[in-house]
């Protein structure tokens, strides 16, 4: 079991979850681009049960590409993105993988929304590519 321990920059927010990701992704959507300011956002997918949170966090409730629910948890005070919640996949939560105090251990294994890729960024790695969300 992997143990997962993070926060924001001004250390107001921190977390902890005690599980295996389901999988870890890089995603180039146009609103994941916005709230990292940066080409894309790397995400740890986990069970939402798992993850516990010690400090406040807004939340900014948007939609995804599916026109359904995405909420986008940060820190008030810092506004470090900490987690996502997609209403299609309702069972887990995306960490930020930035936010981790420990990012050795991160390989992400797709890049999801290459249709959104900014044209200069080119990725290594076998991940698996799809234009939008694969489910």
Same mark, same amino acid.
């Given at each position: ?27 180039? =959507? ?7 300011? $940066?080409?894309? /956002?790397? %995400? ?6 798992? *993850? ?25 005070? =810092? ?7 997609? $209403?299609?996949? /309702?069972? %887990? ?6 936010? *981790? ?35």
């Amino acid at each position: 079991m992997r143990q997962m321990i993070g926060g924001c920059l001004c250390g107001q927010v921190r977390y902890q979850a005690d599980v295996e990701p389901a999988f870890t992704s890089v995603c180039h =959507c146009k609103n994941c681009q916005k709230q990292v300011g $940066a080409a894309f /956002s790397v %995400l740890v997918a986990i069970p939402k049960s798992s *993850l516990s949170v010690q400090g406040a966090l807004k939340t900014f409730h948007g939609k995804g590409d599916s026109s359904q629910a995405v909420d986008r948890h940060f820190c008030p005070d =810092c506004g470090s993105p900490i987690a996502m919640h997609v $209403a299609v996949l /309702s069972e %887990l939560t995306f960490v930020n993988a930035g936010t *981790l105090d420990d990012t050795s251990w991160i390989s992400p294994t797709a890049e999801i929304f290459c249709d959104s890729a900014q044209p200069w960024v080119q990725l290594s790695g076998d991940m698996k590519r799809f234009s939008k969300m694969p489910f």
